[in-house]
C-alpha cells in the first residue's frame, strides 16, 4: 500500500495562486491530480509521466494549472495560477503503477485537500 501525503491547498481570492504537492515514498509512479466539488464526479486536472517527459491538462486548467514532480523526493506538484470560483473543490492526488492515464484508473490516492476561491 502506498501512503500518498498531500499539503497545501486553502482559501484564495479568484485570480490568485495556490500550489499543492503530493509526496509517494518508496517508488516512481505515473501520477495525476483530480478534483471534486459536492454533487459532482471526480475530474481529471493533470497527470505526468514517471519521467516527467509528459503532462496532461484537463481542458478547463490548460493554461493556468502546471504540474511537474521531483523524482528525487517522489513527490509531484500542482501550481494553480488565475484561479477561478468554478475551480473550488477537494483536490486529490492519485497513482500509478504503469504508464500515465488521464482516467481515475490510480491505484493509490491521497487524503484530498479543499482549495476554495473566492469571488
Known amino acids: 500500500q502506498v501512503q500518498l501525503v498531500q499539503s497545501g491547498g486553502g482559501l484564495v481570492q479568484a485570480g490568485g495562486s495556490l500550489s499543492l504537492s503530493c509526496a509517494a515514498p518508496g517508488g516512481i509512479y505515473s501520477m495525476g491530480w483530480f478534483r471534486q466539488a459536492p454533487g459532482t464526479e471526480r475530474e481529471f486536472v493533470a497527470a505526468?509521466?514517471?519521467?516527467?517527459?509528459?503532462?496532461y491538462y484537463g481542458d478547463s486548467v490548460k493554461g493556468r494549472f502546471t504540474i511537474s514532480r521531483d523524482s528525487a523526493k517522489n513527490t509531484v506538484y500542482l501550481q494553480m495560477n488565475s484561479l477561478k470560483p468554478e475551480d473550488t473543490a477537494v483536490y486529490y492526488c492519485?497513482?500509478?503503477?504503469?504508464?500515465?492515464?488521464?482516467?481515475?484508473?490510480?491505484?493509490?490516492w491521497g487524503q484530498g485537500t479543499q482549495v476554495t476561491v473566492s469571488s
Open positions: 505526468i509521466s514517471r519521467s516527467g517527459g509528459a503532462a
Open positions: 492519485a497513482a500509478r503503477v504503469g504508464l500515465v492515464v488521464t482516467t481515475t484508473a490510480y491505484q493509490f
